[in-house]
DNA sequence: TGTTTGATTGTGTGCGCACACAAACATACG
DNA sequence: CGTATGTTTGTGTGCGCACACAATCAAACA
């Protein structure tokens, strides 16, 4: 029974340096208006001590909100996305107490233009902290550059940009997802029979650097493992069924031996309507996110198993570390990679249930 | 941009009911002395608004000190419950600045008799909360009837006993997370070779309910989808490893042909260090935990899978859910099955640089 | 020396809540 | 009816901090 000995407050610390409280809040706080002979005696008194500000107290008493920008891209295909929004939401709600307050703005992952443009409206806006999902290279790095001049605090969202340090990144590990999916993917494919890759045709170059990582993963094992299996790719212009249909037809035809493929974007469940139309059951397929559809394909077997990066944690990190960092100076590891978890029909529902576990 | 709503505060309440702060406050937290008139205008207006106690303001002006007693069982082989203590110690510090204090207490899970000492310890201890690790049915009930009569709230962890109602329970469902065992098996096992289930000898009744539900939920799996497949059964003393070499040697002489086998509990890294011995390195092996040794083997290759079941984030989560009824009354849903997790070599080291993200 | 100015320092208030205490009220009993 | 006893209700204080504002001080100038 450990009994914590009594916190030092600033009161405390002003009487050990002969100085008023306003005085130690302003050289705690860095503001101005206090005499070089004065910041050296609080100062000293700080280096002796282990002081550790009261965050409730500090919450109560605090009068301006805190202003978090989230900068994502506006897919269409909202699913994903969603979950990492309720994940920021949550941890907006978590920080009520201190005020916190998010703002999400949305680019156009196909127009590089538009994450210029809200760039720019970031940098205007002026808030505490901005978390956002790298975009290509040149524009990210013009951003940061720009973020880092105002001190702008920012976070990675998603996708990882090596070129500089963020507070953080919260990601999944792209190209060691796609290893593990190879692996379980040959799992299901005893007899070595063809492997299938299923792509979107002509998408934007923009956000696809984390299917392409996924896909180098996946190939990394497979030249690894199994150099004697064949893959064939497919290439699908997704926003027309009935002609990738036909696609999926030839190619079946030509290959009727393919057994098992994959997806590394959300859309297998696109590629289970399919296989559920031509009554292939006896086709393994995995892909990627826990959207509603891919879950309803899960769960009629259709789909075998979804590889799942849980976005709203994603999300809740984020801002609870942007939060933390900017009431307390708190800082973490920079680089978290977000476990890769495997769901199956089985396993699902507790996938689900925790979804949601901070109401 | 939504502006969030004023924030509804103890004293909007009181007038709204038309009664002072003080009848508001022991509305709210259960205190005597509060006419059913005055509790039935504040209940009323309770259900018309979304009060949400100011988490901050309520720690600062927090006197007393929350005292919460744990009940753990004490194994000798520490690795799983080591985890779920530090989970418990985090939850402890997440709520630190309510004064949240946690003891740990344990009984023999061998000895009935330590556990119905321990629970009368605690009764005269009189904590705030009780979350612990359900016995066998007749110790734990009365026990429970203790808790009740004397209005401490408690929680189930790990182990679930269904008769009675906890505030909340935190626990893998073992029956599905062995039916899911047995699919992730079969997968390696697509040459219908026969399946090998080890198991503890003469082990104690108490804390292999677990196990013996994981079992079941694997058996359902079998008698499904596998009735041809031989499954063989070998019980082995644990404590004497030569021993248990030599009742392998003896079995794998017999069955040559068996290549896959699984542990319900924590001791694979035994079994592994047996196949690394006689170099059976194509023979697939799948347990559950991500102790210490368990990780090893499962790096090194002589385990395939292993089933984790978030541990830490167990004890957090009894400590949170705890702390909040206690200070806010807030209620969740009393039953959380917790992520059946697939680790492998590939997405191990994602689960372990997540296991302490929050410090 | 008196006055102004600006830098520096100290004091006071309130954030929302928990809890002690005082006040008001109801009930029972002599 | 008055007093004692218990129950219910309202009020006041302080938790530790942020921040506004008042007070003080030093230097400069007329």
Known sequence: MKTSQPKIRIKDIALRAGVSVGTVDRVLHGRPNVSPKSKAKVDKVLKEIDYEPNRMASA????????????????????????VIRGIRQGEKAFADFRANVEIKYYDPYNYYTFELA???????????LIFVPSAAEYTSRLIDSLEENEI??????????AHTPLAFFGQHPQKSGFFAAKMLMLMNSGRAPVLIFRKKSEGIVGSYQQAQREEGFNEYMNTYHTDCPIYDLDLPVKHPEEDHKLLDEFFAAHPDAKVGILFNSNAFILADYLKKRNKDNFRLIGYDLLSQNVEALEDGS???????????????????????????????????????????ETLPFHMANKLINE
Request: aromatic share 12%.
């Open 60 to 83: 109560l008493a605090r009068t301006k909100a805190l202003r978090i920008v989230c900068l994502l891209p506006q897919y269409a295909l909202g699913g994903y996305w969603e979950d």
């Open 119 to 129: 760039g720019q409206e970031v940098l205007k806006d002026a808030p505490d902290g």
């Open 153 to 162: 605090p920012f976070i990675y969202l998603d996708g990882e940009y090596k």
């Open 303 to 345: 789909i075998d198993f979804l590889i799942a990066q849980d976005p709203e944690r994603q999300g809740y990190m984020s801002v609870q570390t942007m939060c933390e960092y900017i009431l307390f100076r708190k800082e973490r590891e920079p680089i978290h990679y977000m476990p890769i978890h495997l769901v199956s029909k």
